[in-house]
Protein backbone atom coordinates (compact mmCIF):
# COMPACT_ATOMS: atom_id res chain seq x y z
CA UNK A 1 0.00 0.00 0.00
CA UNK A 2 1.36 3.66 -1.08
CA UNK A 3 0.51 5.54 2.55
CA UNK A 4 1.86 8.60 0.98
CA UNK A 5 -0.56 8.79 -2.18
CA UNK A 6 -2.91 7.51 0.33
CA UNK A 7 -2.59 10.29 2.96
CA UNK A 8 -2.30 12.59 -0.28
CA UNK A 9 -5.43 11.77 -1.83
CA UNK A 10 -7.53 11.82 1.54
CA UNK A 11 -5.96 15.37 1.07
CA UNK A 12 -6.77 16.44 -1.86
CA UNK A 13 -10.21 15.17 -1.48
CA UNK A 14 -10.31 17.16 2.14
CA UNK A 15 -9.61 20.61 0.63
CA UNK A 16 -11.36 20.29 -2.46
CA UNK A 17 -14.21 19.45 -0.69
CA UNK A 18 -14.12 22.33 1.56
CA UNK A 19 -13.05 24.72 -1.05
CA UNK A 20 -16.05 23.50 -3.49
CA UNK A 21 -18.80 23.73 -0.55
CA UNK A 22 -17.51 27.67 0.30
CA UNK A 23 -18.11 28.10 -3.72
CA UNK A 24 -21.15 25.78 -4.42
CA UNK A 25 -23.51 27.38 -1.60
CA UNK A 26 -23.57 30.71 -2.34
CA UNK A 27 -23.73 29.74 -6.19
CA UNK A 28 -26.49 27.17 -5.75
CA UNK A 29 -28.21 30.12 -3.84
CA UNK A 30 -27.94 32.15 -6.72
CA UNK A 31 -29.11 29.64 -9.00
CA UNK A 32 -32.38 29.02 -7.46
CA UNK A 33 -33.30 32.67 -6.84
CA UNK A 34 -31.55 34.80 -8.72
CA UNK A 35 -32.86 36.60 -11.37
CA UNK A 36 -30.11 37.49 -13.59
CA UNK A 37 -30.54 36.22 -17.48
CA UNK A 38 -27.00 34.73 -17.20
CA UNK A 39 -28.18 32.01 -15.40
CA UNK A 40 -28.60 29.47 -17.94
CA UNK A 41 -25.30 29.62 -18.93
CA UNK A 42 -23.94 30.00 -15.30
CA UNK A 43 -26.05 26.58 -15.19
CA UNK A 44 -24.78 25.18 -18.72
CA UNK A 45 -21.15 26.12 -17.43
CA UNK A 46 -21.34 24.30 -13.68
CA UNK A 47 -22.72 21.15 -15.32
CA UNK A 48 -20.04 20.95 -18.30
CA UNK A 49 -17.58 19.15 -15.91
CA UNK A 50 -19.60 16.96 -16.12
CA UNK A 51 -19.83 15.29 -19.95
CA UNK A 52 -16.43 17.19 -21.07
CA UNK A 53 -13.36 14.45 -21.36
CA UNK A 54 -11.40 15.14 -18.25
CA UNK A 55 -8.19 15.10 -20.40
CA UNK A 56 -9.95 18.10 -22.10
CA UNK A 57 -10.44 20.10 -19.32
CA UNK A 58 -6.85 18.71 -18.30
CA UNK A 59 -5.32 19.83 -21.19
CA UNK A 60 -6.93 23.36 -21.20
CA UNK A 61 -5.93 23.69 -17.16
CA UNK A 62 -2.22 22.89 -18.41
CA UNK A 63 -2.29 25.40 -20.87
CA UNK A 64 -3.82 28.08 -19.04
CA UNK A 65 -1.96 27.70 -15.44
CA UNK A 66 1.43 27.44 -17.78
CA UNK A 67 4.07 29.73 -19.11
CA UNK A 68 2.01 30.32 -22.31
CA UNK A 69 -0.12 32.24 -20.42
CA UNK A 70 -0.71 35.83 -18.57
CA UNK A 71 -2.14 33.99 -15.79
CA UNK A 72 0.19 31.11 -15.80
CA UNK A 73 3.07 33.63 -15.72
CA UNK A 74 1.58 35.78 -12.88
CA UNK A 75 1.20 32.99 -10.84
CA UNK A 76 3.99 31.62 -11.23
CA UNK A 77 5.59 34.93 -9.96
CA UNK A 78 2.94 34.78 -6.64
CA UNK A 79 3.62 31.57 -5.74
CA UNK A 80 7.81 30.91 -6.65
CA UNK A 81 6.73 27.55 -8.76
CA UNK A 82 4.01 27.23 -11.69
CA UNK A 83 0.28 25.55 -10.54
CA UNK A 84 0.54 23.12 -12.93
CA UNK A 85 2.37 19.79 -11.84
CA UNK A 86 2.11 20.95 -8.30
CA UNK A 87 -0.33 20.41 -5.58
CA UNK A 88 -2.09 23.29 -5.84
CA UNK A 89 -2.35 23.25 -9.39
CA UNK A 90 -4.39 19.82 -8.77
CA UNK A 91 -6.33 21.05 -6.43
CA UNK A 92 -7.68 23.85 -8.69
CA UNK A 93 -8.20 21.27 -11.15
CA UNK A 94 -9.95 18.90 -8.92
CA UNK A 95 -12.29 22.27 -8.19
CA UNK A 96 -13.80 22.37 -11.41
CA UNK A 97 -13.79 19.25 -12.36
CA UNK A 98 -15.93 18.23 -9.23
CA UNK A 99 -17.59 21.42 -9.29
CA UNK A 100 -21.16 20.00 -10.13
CA UNK A 101 -20.82 17.40 -8.03
CA UNK A 102 -21.29 19.75 -5.29
CA UNK A 103 -23.62 22.23 -7.08
CA UNK A 104 -26.27 20.52 -8.40
CA UNK A 105 -27.33 18.62 -4.96
CA UNK A 106 -27.19 21.72 -3.58
CA UNK A 107 -29.07 23.27 -5.92
CA UNK A 108 -31.71 20.48 -5.77
CA UNK A 109 -31.91 20.91 -2.11
CA UNK A 110 -32.68 24.97 -2.03
CA UNK A 111 -35.01 24.58 -5.05
CA UNK A 112 -37.09 22.10 -2.71
CA UNK A 113 -37.78 24.15 -0.07
CA UNK A 114 -40.91 25.38 0.28
CA UNK A 115 -41.21 29.29 -1.52
CA UNK A 116 -43.45 30.88 1.22
CA UNK A 117 -40.69 30.33 3.53
CA UNK A 118 -38.03 32.09 1.45
CA UNK A 119 -40.74 34.71 0.63
CA UNK A 120 -41.39 34.82 4.60
CA UNK A 121 -37.49 35.79 5.07
CA UNK A 122 -37.28 38.39 2.98
CA UNK A 123 -40.28 40.32 4.25
CA UNK A 124 -38.89 40.00 7.52
CA UNK A 125 -35.67 42.07 6.49
CA UNK A 126 -33.34 39.26 5.54
CA UNK A 127 -31.29 39.73 2.77
CA UNK A 128 -29.39 37.05 0.81
CA UNK A 129 -26.81 36.06 3.34
CA UNK A 130 -29.23 36.09 6.05
CA UNK A 131 -31.40 34.42 3.91
CA UNK A 132 -29.07 31.30 2.98
CA UNK A 133 -27.43 31.25 6.10
CA UNK A 134 -30.61 30.83 8.33
CA UNK A 135 -33.05 29.66 6.04
CA UNK A 136 -31.68 27.32 2.64
CA UNK A 137 -28.94 25.73 4.52
CA UNK A 138 -30.61 24.60 7.57
CA UNK A 139 -33.10 23.13 5.39
CA UNK A 140 -30.75 21.86 2.87
CA UNK A 141 -28.83 19.89 5.40
CA UNK A 142 -29.05 17.08 3.73
CA UNK A 143 -28.16 17.98 0.31
CA UNK A 144 -25.37 19.62 1.74
CA UNK A 145 -24.09 16.40 3.35
CA UNK A 146 -24.51 14.53 -0.42
CA UNK A 147 -23.38 16.86 -1.84
CA UNK A 148 -19.88 17.17 0.27
CA UNK A 149 -20.14 13.09 -0.30
CA UNK A 150 -19.93 13.17 -3.89
CA UNK A 151 -17.08 15.97 -4.11
CA UNK A 152 -14.67 14.13 -1.86
CA UNK A 153 -15.52 10.80 -4.07
CA UNK A 154 -15.45 12.45 -7.37
CA UNK A 155 -11.63 13.93 -6.38
CA UNK A 156 -10.76 10.72 -4.83
CA UNK A 157 -11.12 8.97 -8.15
CA UNK A 158 -10.48 11.68 -10.54
CA UNK A 159 -7.52 10.08 -13.14
CA UNK A 160 -8.00 12.12 -16.19
CA UNK A 161 -7.15 15.85 -14.70
CA UNK A 162 -4.36 14.70 -12.89
CA UNK A 163 -2.83 12.91 -14.79
CA UNK A 164 -2.51 15.96 -17.37
CA UNK A 165 -2.05 19.04 -15.02
CA UNK A 166 -0.64 17.00 -12.19
CA UNK A 167 1.99 14.56 -14.09
CA UNK A 168 2.94 11.72 -11.37
CA UNK A 169 5.14 13.27 -8.93
CA UNK A 170 5.86 11.47 -5.46
CA UNK A 171 4.28 13.32 -2.32
CA UNK A 172 2.72 16.42 -4.37
CA UNK A 173 0.66 15.19 -7.51
CA UNK A 174 0.99 11.03 -7.24
CA UNK A 175 -2.98 10.46 -5.82
CA UNK A 176 -4.27 6.61 -5.61
CA UNK A 177 -5.95 6.08 -8.83
CA UNK A 178 -2.10 6.95 -10.51
CA UNK A 179 -0.67 4.91 -8.00
CA UNK A 180 -3.44 1.66 -9.41
CA UNK A 181 -2.53 2.85 -12.64
CA UNK A 182 0.97 2.42 -12.10
CA UNK A 183 0.54 -0.63 -10.54
CA UNK A 184 -1.25 -1.79 -13.98
CA UNK A 185 1.43 -1.07 -16.00
CA UNK A 186 4.09 -2.63 -13.93
CA UNK A 187 1.99 -5.99 -13.90
CA UNK A 188 1.70 -5.61 -9.98
CA UNK A 189 -1.41 -7.07 -9.91
CA UNK A 190 -1.79 -8.05 -5.79
CA UNK A 191 -0.39 -4.43 -5.18
CA UNK A 192 -3.53 -2.82 -7.63
CA UNK A 193 -5.65 -5.22 -6.21
CA UNK A 194 -4.99 -3.82 -2.40
CA UNK A 195 -4.89 -0.31 -3.82
CA UNK A 196 -8.22 -1.01 -6.02
CA UNK A 197 -10.40 -2.44 -3.07
CA UNK A 198 -9.53 0.65 -1.27
CA UNK A 199 -10.92 3.34 -2.71
CA UNK A 200 -13.30 0.57 -3.96
CA UNK A 201 -14.65 0.00 -0.17
CA UNK A 202 -14.25 3.54 0.52
CA UNK A 203 -16.61 4.98 -2.40
CA UNK A 204 -19.55 2.19 -1.32
CA UNK A 205 -18.78 2.96 2.59
CA UNK A 206 -19.38 6.29 1.65
CA UNK A 207 -21.97 6.66 -0.54
CA UNK A 208 -23.70 4.38 1.78
CA UNK A 209 -24.07 7.08 3.78
CA UNK A 210 -25.66 9.33 1.00
CA UNK A 211 -28.12 6.67 0.60
CA UNK A 212 -28.96 6.08 3.76
CA UNK A 213 -30.39 9.39 3.99
CA UNK A 214 -30.09 9.74 8.21
CA UNK A 215 -32.97 11.65 8.47
CA UNK A 216 -32.55 12.97 11.84
CA UNK A 217 -28.76 13.84 10.97
CA UNK A 218 -28.92 17.50 9.82
CA UNK A 219 -32.53 17.62 8.66
CA UNK A 220 -33.00 17.96 5.13
CA UNK A 221 -35.92 19.80 3.26
CA UNK A 222 -39.24 19.77 4.84
CA UNK A 223 -42.51 19.85 4.04
CA UNK A 224 -44.16 22.85 5.82
CA UNK A 225 -47.89 23.22 5.24
CA UNK A 226 -50.09 22.31 7.76
CA UNK A 227 -51.58 19.52 5.58
CA UNK A 228 -51.96 17.13 8.39
CA UNK A 229 -53.54 19.40 10.52
CA UNK A 230 -56.52 20.18 7.58
CA UNK A 231 -56.65 16.64 7.29
CA UNK A 232 -56.91 16.00 11.02
CA UNK A 233 -59.10 18.36 11.22
CA UNK A 234 -58.02 19.67 14.59
CA UNK A 235 -59.20 23.45 15.64
CA UNK A 236 -57.84 25.56 18.49
CA UNK B 1 -46.47 63.36 -4.47
CA UNK B 2 -47.83 60.62 -3.38
CA UNK B 3 -49.79 60.93 0.08
CA UNK B 4 -49.10 59.65 3.42
CA UNK B 5 -50.92 57.37 5.72
CA UNK B 6 -52.80 55.87 2.49
CA UNK B 7 -51.93 53.03 -0.23
CA UNK B 8 -52.16 54.35 -4.02
CA UNK B 9 -52.51 51.47 -6.58
CA UNK B 10 -52.22 52.16 -10.40
CA UNK B 11 -51.59 48.75 -11.85
CA UNK B 12 -51.52 47.36 -15.22
CA UNK B 13 -50.15 43.55 -15.09
CA UNK B 14 -50.93 40.57 -16.69
CA UNK B 15 -50.82 37.12 -14.61
CA UNK B 16 -50.93 33.44 -16.10
CA UNK B 17 -54.57 33.85 -15.56
CA UNK B 18 -56.05 37.42 -15.43
CA UNK B 19 -55.46 40.90 -16.24
CA UNK B 20 -54.95 43.29 -12.81
CA UNK B 21 -56.31 46.34 -13.96
CA UNK B 22 -56.54 48.87 -10.87
CA UNK B 23 -56.73 52.06 -10.22
CA UNK B 24 -57.47 53.29 -6.07
CA UNK B 25 -56.36 54.45 -3.52
CA UNK B 26 -57.39 52.50 0.04
CA UNK B 27 -57.14 55.12 2.94
CA UNK B 28 -58.98 53.33 5.65
CA UNK B 29 -57.36 52.25 8.85
CA UNK B 30 -58.66 48.59 7.62
CA UNK B 31 -59.69 47.62 4.45
CA UNK B 32 -60.98 44.52 3.19
CA UNK B 33 -60.72 43.50 -0.52
CA UNK B 34 -63.33 41.03 -1.26
CA UNK B 35 -63.57 38.55 -4.13
CA UNK B 36 -63.60 35.13 -5.33
CA UNK B 37 -60.84 33.10 -5.52
CA UNK B 38 -59.16 33.95 -8.69
CA UNK B 39 -60.07 37.41 -8.79
CA UNK B 40 -56.25 38.35 -8.45
CA UNK B 41 -56.36 39.07 -4.59
CA UNK B 42 -53.68 37.40 -3.54
CA UNK B 43 -51.42 38.81 -6.33
CA UNK B 44 -52.58 42.59 -5.57
CA UNK B 45 -51.49 41.88 -2.00
CA UNK B 46 -48.01 39.70 -3.28
CA UNK B 47 -47.62 43.27 -5.53
CA UNK B 48 -47.52 45.78 -2.73
CA UNK B 49 -45.56 43.53 -0.44
CA UNK B 50 -42.85 43.43 -3.27
CA UNK B 51 -43.17 39.97 -3.60
CA UNK B 52 -44.41 39.90 -6.84
CA UNK B 53 -42.82 42.13 -8.89
CA UNK B 54 -44.29 44.92 -11.86
CA UNK B 55 -42.03 43.34 -14.55
CA UNK B 56 -41.56 45.04 -17.92
CA UNK B 57 -45.23 44.25 -20.07
CA UNK B 58 -46.79 45.59 -16.72
CA UNK B 59 -47.07 49.01 -15.90
CA UNK B 60 -48.21 51.11 -12.99
CA UNK B 61 -46.99 52.35 -9.79
CA UNK B 62 -47.68 51.38 -5.99
CA UNK B 63 -47.24 54.08 -3.11
CA UNK B 64 -47.53 53.10 0.47
CA UNK B 65 -47.57 55.86 2.80
CA UNK B 66 -46.05 58.53 1.13
CA UNK B 67 -43.19 56.87 -0.24
CA UNK B 68 -42.86 55.44 -3.59
CA UNK B 69 -42.32 51.48 -3.38
CA UNK B 70 -42.36 50.26 -6.98
CA UNK B 71 -42.59 52.23 -10.31
CA UNK B 72 -42.33 51.14 -13.60
CA UNK B 73 -41.27 54.11 -15.08
CA UNK B 74 -38.45 54.38 -13.08
CA UNK B 75 -37.79 51.08 -13.14
CA UNK B 76 -38.31 51.45 -9.02
CA UNK B 77 -38.39 48.21 -6.70
CA UNK B 78 -38.30 48.61 -3.21
CA UNK B 79 -37.29 44.78 -1.59
CA UNK B 80 -39.68 43.44 0.50
CA UNK B 81 -38.16 43.74 3.50
CA UNK B 82 -37.75 47.37 3.41
CA UNK B 83 -40.76 48.11 2.65
CA UNK B 84 -41.93 47.60 6.80
CA UNK B 85 -44.96 45.56 5.40
CA UNK B 86 -45.83 42.88 7.45
CA UNK B 87 -48.02 39.81 5.47
CA UNK B 88 -49.50 36.82 6.63
CA UNK B 89 -51.03 34.54 3.71
CA UNK B 90 -53.22 31.39 4.06
CA UNK B 91 -49.70 29.51 4.50
CA UNK B 92 -48.68 29.90 7.91
CA UNK B 93 -44.89 29.42 6.59
CA UNK B 94 -43.43 28.78 9.94
CA UNK B 95 -38.98 28.05 9.52
CA UNK B 96 -39.61 24.30 10.47
CA UNK B 97 -36.41 24.87 12.13
CA UNK B 98 -36.92 27.25 14.75
CA UNK B 99 -39.23 27.08 17.24
CA UNK B 100 -42.13 29.54 17.54
CA UNK B 101 -40.02 32.15 19.74
CA UNK B 102 -37.09 32.21 17.40
CA UNK B 103 -39.92 32.66 14.39
CA UNK B 104 -41.37 35.12 15.79
CA UNK B 105 -38.09 37.11 16.33
CA UNK B 106 -36.67 36.45 13.37
CA UNK B 107 -37.68 40.47 11.87
CA UNK B 108 -36.26 41.73 14.72
CA UNK B 109 -33.08 39.51 15.38
CA UNK B 110 -31.74 41.54 12.00
CA UNK B 111 -30.02 44.76 13.42
CA UNK B 112 -30.12 45.78 9.90
CA UNK B 113 -33.77 45.62 9.59
CA UNK B 114 -35.04 49.32 9.29
CA UNK B 115 -37.12 50.68 11.85
CA UNK B 116 -36.10 48.34 15.04
CA UNK B 117 -32.15 48.86 14.63
CA UNK B 118 -29.84 48.28 17.54
CA UNK B 119 -33.51 46.47 19.45
CA UNK B 120 -31.06 44.85 22.35
CA UNK B 121 -31.88 41.28 23.68
CA UNK B 122 -34.16 41.87 26.70
CA UNK B 123 -36.46 44.36 24.48
CA UNK B 124 -36.26 41.39 21.49
CA UNK B 125 -37.59 38.88 24.49
CA UNK B 126 -39.94 41.23 25.58
CA UNK B 127 -41.62 42.00 21.94
CA UNK B 128 -41.94 38.16 21.75
CA UNK B 129 -43.78 37.58 24.41
CA UNK B 130 -45.97 40.95 23.85
CA UNK B 131 -46.68 39.72 20.50
CA UNK B 132 -47.55 36.31 21.28
CA UNK B 133 -49.74 37.27 24.32
CA UNK B 134 -51.45 39.62 21.34
CA UNK B 135 -52.77 36.33 19.15
CA UNK B 136 -53.20 34.23 22.62
CA UNK B 137 -50.30 31.79 21.73
CA UNK B 138 -48.29 32.12 24.94
CA UNK B 139 -48.01 28.89 26.00
CA UNK B 140 -46.43 27.90 22.74
CA UNK B 141 -43.21 29.84 22.97
CA UNK B 142 -40.92 27.07 22.74
CA UNK B 143 -42.99 24.76 20.64
CA UNK B 144 -41.48 23.80 17.08
CA UNK B 145 -43.77 24.49 14.12
CA UNK B 146 -44.40 21.03 13.50
CA UNK B 147 -45.94 20.39 16.58
CA UNK B 148 -48.74 23.13 16.04
CA UNK B 149 -52.21 22.39 14.65
CA UNK B 150 -53.03 24.81 11.27
CA UNK B 151 -55.14 27.01 13.90
CA UNK B 152 -51.94 27.45 16.20
CA UNK B 153 -49.60 28.14 13.25
CA UNK B 154 -51.77 31.02 11.27
CA UNK B 155 -51.73 32.88 15.13
CA UNK B 156 -47.47 32.28 15.37
CA UNK B 157 -47.52 33.69 11.79
CA UNK B 158 -49.23 36.57 12.18
CA UNK B 159 -46.98 37.07 15.36
CA UNK B 160 -44.26 36.86 13.40
CA UNK B 161 -45.62 39.63 11.01
CA UNK B 162 -46.45 42.05 13.48
CA UNK B 163 -43.10 41.81 15.60
CA UNK B 164 -41.15 44.20 13.57
CA UNK B 165 -44.29 46.41 14.59
CA UNK B 166 -44.77 47.20 10.24
CA UNK B 167 -46.58 50.39 8.83
CA UNK B 168 -48.72 48.46 7.10
CA UNK B 169 -50.25 44.80 7.64
CA UNK B 170 -51.77 42.51 4.50
CA UNK B 171 -53.86 39.48 5.81
CA UNK B 172 -54.53 37.56 3.31
CA UNK B 173 -57.36 35.28 4.17
CA UNK B 174 -54.99 34.57 7.78
CA UNK B 175 -57.67 33.14 9.61
CA UNK B 176 -58.67 30.00 7.42
CA UNK B 177 -57.58 27.45 9.92
CA UNK B 178 -59.22 28.77 12.99
CA UNK B 179 -62.99 27.80 13.98
CA UNK B 180 -65.67 30.73 14.05
CA UNK B 181 -65.48 31.77 17.67
CA UNK B 182 -61.62 31.50 17.95
CA UNK B 183 -61.48 34.12 14.49
CA UNK B 184 -63.98 36.72 15.78
CA UNK B 185 -61.96 36.63 19.16
CA UNK B 186 -58.52 36.91 17.59
CA UNK B 187 -59.74 39.39 14.59
CA UNK B 188 -61.59 42.14 17.70
CA UNK B 189 -58.57 41.89 19.77
CA UNK B 190 -55.86 42.42 16.75
CA UNK B 191 -58.54 45.13 15.24
CA UNK B 192 -58.24 47.24 18.22
CA UNK B 193 -54.65 46.55 18.70
CA UNK B 194 -53.72 47.54 14.98
CA UNK B 195 -55.85 50.68 15.76
CA UNK B 196 -54.35 51.40 18.50
CA UNK B 197 -50.60 50.85 17.04
CA UNK B 198 -51.89 53.08 14.08
CA UNK B 199 -50.64 49.88 11.80
CA UNK B 200 -53.15 50.02 8.51
CA UNK B 201 -54.50 46.73 7.64
CA UNK B 202 -55.40 45.42 4.57
CA UNK B 203 -56.96 41.97 4.69
CA UNK B 204 -58.50 39.78 2.00
CA UNK B 205 -60.96 37.30 1.60
CA UNK B 206 -63.68 35.29 -0.36
CA UNK B 207 -65.77 34.96 2.21
CA UNK B 208 -68.52 37.83 2.74
CA UNK B 209 -69.30 37.03 6.27
CA UNK B 210 -65.36 37.82 7.13
CA UNK B 211 -65.51 41.09 5.30
CA UNK B 212 -69.13 42.01 7.24
CA UNK B 213 -67.91 40.90 10.25
CA UNK B 214 -65.20 43.79 10.65
CA UNK B 215 -66.74 47.26 10.52
CA UNK B 216 -64.63 48.09 7.18
CA UNK B 217 -63.75 49.83 3.66
CA UNK B 218 -64.38 47.02 1.58
CA UNK B 219 -62.97 46.75 -2.09
CA UNK B 220 -64.74 44.59 -4.25
CA UNK B 221 -62.34 42.85 -6.65
CA UNK B 222 -63.45 41.04 -10.11
CA UNK B 223 -61.59 39.63 -12.61
CA UNK B 224 -58.31 41.89 -11.87
CA UNK B 225 -60.46 45.08 -11.74
CA UNK B 226 -62.38 46.94 -8.89
CA UNK B 227 -66.07 46.24 -8.84
CA UNK B 228 -66.50 48.60 -5.71
CA UNK B 229 -65.17 50.66 -3.02
CA UNK B 230 -66.60 51.96 -0.10
CA UNK B 231 -68.27 51.26 3.18
CA UNK B 232 -69.24 47.63 4.03
CA UNK B 233 -73.18 47.92 4.53
CA UNK B 234 -73.35 49.84 1.02
CA UNK B 235 -70.82 48.01 -1.25
CA UNK B 236 -71.69 44.63 0.57
CA UNK B 237 -75.65 44.81 0.64
CA UNK B 238 -76.63 42.72 -1.68
CA UNK B 239 -73.81 39.56 0.36
CA UNK B 240 -75.17 40.41 3.19
CA UNK B 241 -78.82 39.60 2.11
CA UNK B 242 -77.77 36.61 0.34
CA UNK B 243 -76.35 35.67 3.73
CA UNK B 244 -79.85 36.54 5.69
CA UNK B 245 -81.79 34.62 3.58
CA UNK B 246 -79.25 31.47 3.98
CA UNK B 247 -79.45 32.40 7.72
CA UNK B 248 -83.17 32.54 8.03
CA UNK B 249 -83.76 29.01 6.48
CA UNK B 250 -81.24 27.37 8.80
CA UNK B 251 -82.06 24.01 7.84
CA UNK B 252 -81.13 24.76 4.19
CA UNK B 253 -78.02 26.71 5.32
CA UNK B 254 -76.53 23.35 7.20
CA UNK B 255 -77.12 21.20 3.65
CA UNK B 256 -75.50 23.51 1.42
CA UNK B 257 -72.20 23.60 3.42
Known amino acids: MDWQALALTLKLAAITTAILLCIAVPLAAWLTLGRSRWRVIAEALTGLPLVLPPTVLGFYLLVLLGPRTGLGRAITTMLGHPLAFSFEGLVVGSVIYSLPFAVQPIVAGFAAIDGSLIDAARLLGAGPIRLVRTVLVPLAGRSLLTAAILSFLHTLGEFGVVLMLGGDIPGATRTLSIVLFNQVEGFDYSAANHTAATLLLFCILALTLVYARPKNLLGGPLRTSPGKDHAGGRHD | ?257
Not at chain 2, 76 to 101: C, D, E, W, Y
Request: glycine share 6%; aromatic share 4%.
Open chain 2, 1 to 257: MPEAAMIELQLKAARDSFHLNIECTLAAPWTVIFGPSGAGKSTLLRLIAGLDRLNKPDSGRISVHGQYVADTRTGLHIPPGKRSIGLVAQQSALFPHLNVAANVAYGIANRIANRIANMDRDARQQRVSSMLELVGASHLADRSPRALSGGEAQRISLARALAPMPQLLLLDEPMSALDAEARDEVLTRLQTWLLEQKIQTVLVTHDAADALATAAEVAVLREGKLAALGPASIVLADERNRLLVRLNSDGAFTTIV
